[in-house]
């Protein structure tokens, strides 16, 4: 296992070329292309602020509401994504792993790196509208940011390793994660508050470890004062190198039987 992770950096140029050819190919055809990376975050937040301006009333004592979901909706669109395109990813990646030296594990990551990208590129239009609105950005707190983002990563990849390495032997794994994803979505403080949480799921909250990143992106960006959640974010951070390396593990041992499952 160890031996083929530290082969990983080796391919960091197959990976940017994988990352490159998925973002082409997600967007050919279509005439506006890239842009759509900036207008999808932008139309999701105009669908948002609709809804909770005219149809159902936004929670209380959130300010901007729309700012506020943003923050967690961002985020939380790239690993959902990540994990629903995983899980089949070396099913329709069959040609690929077949051939003896393509090292099958950087399907999984590059799907993880574009949906990476996507975030990146729909982050200005959050922060223009964090300006336009006045919400207070503190550079002590910024700082913090891209700690939350390389924690996102780990923790997305090792959940990408093993959702990739699963679904070949149990395909029905991939029909059942969206909807996992759907339950998982309102059971993450992202519609709501960590401070006010349904009560139903108060006890629980703490143990999904994307509560601790949302509630990081809504600290960092949204809501004024100190950061606090960091001690929850570093501790978020030493489990997810851990199931890492623990997807890792697992996709190692079951990586010889991929090209016969394909």
């Known amino acids: ?8 950096p080796k391919y960091r140029g197959l990976i940017q070329s994988l990352v490159a050819r998925e973002l082409k190919a997600r967007y050919r055809g279509s005439v506006l292309g890239f842009f759509w990376s900036f207008f999808n975050p932008l ?8 809804v909770f301006s005219y ?15 943003f923050c ?11 994990l629903i395109e995983s899980a089949n990813v070396l099913i329709s990646g069959g040609n690929l792993i077949k051939k003896v030296m393509f090292p099958a594990e950087i399907l999984p990551i590059v799907t993880v790196l574009a949906n990476l990208v996507h975030f990146l590129l729909g982050l200005p239009i959050l922060v223009a509208f964090l300006i336009y609105f006045k919400t207070p950005l503190q550079l002590a707190e ?11 990563l780990l923790l997305t990849i090792g959940f990408a390793l093993i959702l990739s390495a699963l679904t070949v032997h149990f395909r029905d794994i991939k029909d059942i994660l969206a909807n996992l994803m759907t339950l998982w979505f309102f059971t993450t403080p992202i519609i709501y508050s960590w401070q006010n949480p349904p009560p139903q799921i108060l006890k629980y909250l703490n143990l999904n470890p994307v509560t601790h990143l949302a509630v990081s992106y809504q600290e960092i960006l949204y809501f004024e004062g100190p950061f606090g959640h960091w001690k929850w974010l570093i501790a978020l951070g030493v489990a997810s190198v851990l199931l890492f390396l ?6 190692d041992r079951l990586r010889d ?4 499952e394909v």
């Open 1 to 8: 296992m160890f031996h083929n992770l530290r082969q990983l």
């Open 72 to 82: 967690g909706l961002l985020p939380w669109t790239w690993f959902s994504t990540s």
């Open 246 to 251: 623990l997807g890792y593990f697992i996709f």
């Open 55 to 69: 149809v159902m009333p936004p929670p209380a004592n959130l300010g901007n509401y729309s700012l506020f979901l």
């Open 43 to 50: 139309l999701l937040l105009v669908v948002y602020s609709f």
């Open 257 to 260: 039987s991929f090209a016969e």
């Open 142 to 152: 910024l700082v913090w940011f891209p700690v939350v983002v390389l924690v996102q």
